[in-house]
């Protein structure tokens, strides 16, 4: 079982539509969970951090946790032609605080 | 406030040779990562500094690639001899500490390996 899991897309959605991205992670002492953005060709920037179950909003962003499902969400409300990427769900596990991240799901928003 | 920097930028070698990549951290981050990321997956940790001591390298092929940081600041990361299957972007990152997954990254370094 790998360590965090994305579903790889694409994943189609229409402009102002919103988009859902999903995670779903294997150590269960997980604390810190993170959603990075990465454009084609450049590198990987944090978007959210979420650290406590619930929902945390930022913008037209919101990220969900359930720690006892193991499971993380991405929901981009709105969702432009900018916005159209690779999002990368990350966490922290182990001792040494491994980030650890999934394969990532390629957004794709069409106009 | 400078970003994390990495050079080369791109590299071309053929197997069985030796390549370099350099990184220099955000100035004050305690924390530096090396991620390997092939196109289509996701960044795999290489290896992990805290300061200039090593706490993560499980994941380092340690036949081939090798690490340091040198007096807790800038960090090379070195293969040898290239295999194929090497073929990645190399992606620097910094975080102020290891207790946080905020972590920023440099533009990378993308080698291939004919």
């Known amino acids: 079982q790998k360590e965090v899991e994305q579903n790889s897309g694409p994943l189609s959605v229409p402009e102002g539509a919103i988009a859902s991205l999903n995670c779903t992670y294997s150590?269960?002492?997980?604390?810190?969970f993170f959603w990075y953005r990465q454009y084609s060709g450049k590198s990987p920037e944090l978007i959210m951090s979420i650290y406590s179950n619930g929902d945390k909003e930022d913008g037209r962003f919101t990220a969900q946790l359930n720690k006892a499902s193991q499971y993380v969400s991405l929901l981009i409300r709105d969702s432009q032609p900018s916005d159209s990427a690779t999002y990368l769900c990350a966490v922290i596990s182990g001792g040494y605080q491994k980030v650890t991240f999934g394969t990532g799901t390629k957004l794709q928003v069409i106009p | 406030e400078a970003g994390v920097a990495q050079s080369p930028r791109y590299k071309i070698i053929e197997k069985r040779q030796s390549v370099a990549f350099w990184c220099n951290p955000i100035s004050g981050h305690a924390t530096l990562y090396w991620y390997q990321q092939i196109l289509g997956q996701g960044p795999k940790l290489l290896i992990q500094f805290q300061n200039n001591g090593v706490v993560d390298d499980s994941q380092l092929p340690k036949d081939r690639f090798s690490a340091e940081r040198l007096k807790g600041v800038d960090s090379t990361l070195k293969i040898q001899p290239a295999k194929l299957e090497d073929s990645a972007v190399y992606l620097c990152?910094?975080?102020?500490?290891?207790?946080?997954?905020?972590?920023?990254f440099g533009e990378g370094s993308r080698l291939t390996v004919l």
């Open positions: 150590d269960r002492g997980s604390q810190s």
């Open positions: 990152a910094s975080s102020p500490n290891q207790n946080t997954g905020e972590l920023f």
